[in-house]
C-alpha cells in the first residue's frame, strides 16, 4: 500500500520557526524555553520531513529501478529458456541423426564382413583346385611333349615318304611302321582344330 507524500511548504514552517524565537526572545523565563525547544522541535521535524521525502524518492526511484531490472531478467531468462529448449530440440537431432549414421556404418560394416569371409572361403576353394589343376598339369607335361602343329604336319609327310620308300624297297615292316606313325600323327592333328 503506497503513501502519498506532501511536501511541506518550506517558507510557513521558518515563518514559524523565526517568529517563536522572537516571542521567546521577548518573554522571559520558562515560557521563552518552551518556545524556543517548540522552534527547535519544529526546525528538526521539518528536517526529518524533507529527509523522509528525499528518502522516499529515492526508494521509489530504486524500486522502479528494480522493477525494471526484473522485467529485463525475466525478459532475458525467457529468451535464455527458449535458447535453452532449441538447444535441446537441435542436440536431439543430432543424437538421433548420429545414431542413424552408426547403425547404418553397422550395418555396412557387417555387410562388408559378411563379403570379405565370403571371398577368402572362395579364394581357399579357388586356391585349392588351382593347385589339383597345377598337379594335374604337372603330371600331365611328365607324359605329354608339345610340338608346334607345323612340325607334326612335317613329320606326317616325313611318314608318307618313308612309307612309300620303303614300299619301293619291298621292306612291309618298315612301311607298316611308317604308316602307323603317319596315323597317330593323323590322330593328334585331328583331336586339335586347325587355327588357319
Do not use: C, W
Amino acid at each position: 500500500m503506497s503513501a502519498t507524500v506532501v511536501p511541506l511548504p518550506p517558507n510557513p514552517a521558518s515563518e514559524t520557526i523565526d517568529f517563536l524565537r522572537r516571542m521567546a526572545g521577548m518573554v522571559s523565563g520558562r515560557n521563552g524555553e518552551m518556545l524556543l525547544r517548540a522552534a527547535s522541535m519544529i526546525e528538526s521535524l521539518s528536517q526529518r520531513a524533507m529527509s523522509a521525502e528525499r528518502l522516499y524518492h529515492q526508494v521509489q526511484e530504486e524500486s522502479t529501478r528494480n522493477a525494471e531490472l526484473r522485467e529485463s531478467a525475466e525478459l532475458a531468462s525467457d529468451a535464455m529458456v527458449g535458447q535453452i529448449a532449441a538447444l535441446r530440440a537441435q542436440l536431439a537431432e543430432v543424437t538421433a541423426a548420429a545414431a542413424a549414421d552408426r547403425a547404418a556404418f553397422d550395418a555396412e560394416r557387417n555387410k562388408l564382413v559378411g563379403l570379405m569371409q565370403h571371398a577368402e572361403s572362395h579364394i581357399v576353394k579357388i586356391t585349392g583346385e588351382l593347385d589339383s589343376l597345377r598337379a594335374s598339369v604337372d603330371s600331365f607335361n611328365e607324359t605329354a611333349v608339345s610340338v608346334p602343329i607345323e612340325a607334326l604336319r612335317l613329320a606326317r609327310t616325313q611318314f608318307d615318304y618313308l612309307s612309300s620308300g620303303f614300299a619301293r624297297r619291298g621292306d612291309p615292316i618298315s612301311q607298316a611302321m611308317s604308316e602307323i606313325g603317319g596315323f597317330a600323327i593323323d590322330q593328334a592333328l585331328a583331336a586339335k582344330p586347325d587355327p588357319a
